[in-house]
């Protein structure tokens, strides 16, 4: 299919005038429904048509009446931080007949509703192309029976069919992320983390079982993002004689724990008054005492469709009998159940939603009689559309090729996100004997620069045991370039980083300090510890870090080794990539607060919040979280407002609205118009009519423990790093030493679009505003103008940015080499 021309179209050339559209879920519920519905209703009004519920599912429509009621804009308040579906879900047998698709087309042509959006899984969305296909069969039987007159079989020809995928077991092929997956991966990681507390305490081994019959991808990535011990799912069963090697993997554990503590005590005995004493100079106790109390613990995660080579269900009763005969362990069984579907949704599912519902109503504007049904998609970072029954028919031949035992084969078919997670998981939770391990005569040095962002540390575990695992010998760096070159240097084992993955902000210690000015010391470091490979986890601070560390190459050989970035800080202001370690934590955060905020004015109504976020002068989380909070206004550097702008959202907005406003307002967005100056206008000017508050959310904003998201992503695009620092190392080595010196040799690893690239640093300097430390170009604009439709703004919209100009429609998209989703 021919792409469309890059030039902007406006919604005015798009309208819905004349149309009607229904909007169900069906099948099971997931968090973030509620924020499709939303976004479906508010984007099918905005462009002028009339948006029916559909409440109970197919059921709903099979009965018709007051099941298939009206939206009107303030029908969908208040609904986009509520969990489940609002306008309900149901199994509906009646629906599989003909007669129940006939009575429900009889509803639906009586409100002459020929527009379709379906959220739910495969066989709902398989029901609605059904339904589609005898649409018109049907309507010719309602004209025989006198139940319609005929013209109506000419003026309601066709049924329209959009479909997204509302799932948290993410089983649906072709779509990176499904509707509920994010917001199910919170539930089970808070469980995972609340337990790892209790179970340290005790020496305990946990088998947890989550939700997953058919898909195991809940299981792989919990798993992933804790760093459990062993993990089982239905796509990969274990090898034949698993058991025993389950139990020698967690009785070495054990045996390590035992031992680090035992290193422990005689270090702390001998040298316990001096490390007390030096830690205030910068000496940390981290990694030593992470290596004693580290494996008093094992976490087990078991997808409730795991199976063996036989196809013989593997239960977690099967497994906790199994630990506790072979290793004596006190061994505890949760079964997560429905909690994983319980909750409010993430900020990921919120965002990811509403574009879904924004380009679900476009599809079905721009729809013909000759266009498939499609289904909306997230690839990459980027929403398209691809034709529904292939997309099925897809997911259908994963479960075949599992009855078939051609396990290989479906793994391939979940796509390459699903194998690279299940790639990075054996090479991260299973090391290999030491006989077994490379040597490469490298050392890698890792450090964090900058502020703090929860993902760091999954990221420095990540890079430390894959660099092990490529035979390297590997060195952590205390409190970034101003520790390095006091020498805080230490080297780090496989077991010095577990549990890393679950904890906030930067166990190594990090600091803004660019090492420009102690070149010298920083190389004298790097000749005493022959470091051959450096990897910098960090912020704008990192970037620059690097730029000058290849400006003194001509200087210091030294810095002639291969070097890598990756961009983690909560801002997500580094250039040359979609999204930043840390980003997703705070984000959350963000919404979490505004949630409560808003609920907290349930009461008075009449009240206008204003908060404040993080960013410097990105104004990425004060647009984003806006969007995921369902805030009325979001002000930001990168485009400017003056006092109108105000006007029309604080004085005129929220008291004819009769309810509380909230509006985001970046720490930098305008020298003059700040968050004091707002606060005092509203309350000045809305005495009597509204009342005012602000909220500046400060360091909360990075603090608390990393989100799956950030940490899966930490722990992909770091172990990506390390392979690519390994290559780079073996193609740089020459007559016994390491030398590279080319533009190539340092590199940022950010997302573009689908896929990870590595990109010279300095090729980025013409795409950064270093005086004000971001992109000069940002991808996240462009959901500035649906946040406003969203908030019922009149505003343009181009139609290219909401993913169009990503259409597929002939075959599935090609897959990113990693994701942006999990």
Known sequence: MAQPDSKKIFFENLSGAGKAIAVLTSGGDAQGMNAAVRAVVRMGLYVGAKVYFIHEGYQGMVDGGDNIEEASWESVSSMLQVGGTVIGSARCKEFRSHEGRLKAAHNLVQRGITNLCVIGGDGSLTGAN?????????LKELVEKGLIEADAVERYAALHIVGMVGSIDNDFCGTDMTIGTDSALHRIIEVVDAIMTTAQSHQRTFVLEVMGRHCGYLALVSALACGADWVLIPEMPPEDGWEEKMCQKLSGNLLAWCLNLTVFLCFFSAFGNFVIQTRSRGTRLNIIINRAGMKRLNIIIVAEGAIDRNNKAITTEYIKNLVVKHLGFDTR????????RGGTPSAFDRILASRMGVEAVLALLETTADTPACVVSLCGNQSVRLPLMECVQMTQEVQKAMDQKRFEEAVKLRGRSFENNLRTYKLLAHRKPESELPVSNFNVAVLNVGAPAAGMNAAVRSAVRVGISEGHKMFAVNDGFEGFYKGQIKEVKWSDVGGWTGQGGSLLGTKRTLPAKHADKIAEQMRKYNINALLVIGGFEALESLLQLCEVRTTYEEFCIPMCMLPATISNNVPGTALSIGADTALNAIVETCDRIKQSASGTKRRVFIIETMGGYCGYLATVGGLAAGADAAYIYEEPFDIRDLQVTGTRRAPSAGLEAALTLNENSNDNYTT????????????????????????????????PFDRNFGTKMSAKAMQWLSKKLLETYRRGRVFANSEDSCCLLGMLGRTLVFQPVVTLKDHTDFIHRIPKEQWWLKLRPLMKILAKYKTSYDVSDSGQIEHVIHTRPKESDASVAM
């Not at 059904?130 to 049907?138: I, N, T, V």
């Not at 069984?333 to 994983?340: A, P, R």
């Open 130 to 138: 059904l339904f589609r296909e005898e649409w018109s069969g049907l």
């Open 333 to 340: 069984v949760t079964i997560l159940g429905h909690v994983q």
């Open 676 to 707: 004091d100056f707002i606060y005092q206008l509203y309350s000045e000017e809305g005495k009597g009519v509204f009342d005012c508050r602000k909220n500046v959310l400060g360091h909360m904003q990075q603090g608390g423990a990393p989100s």
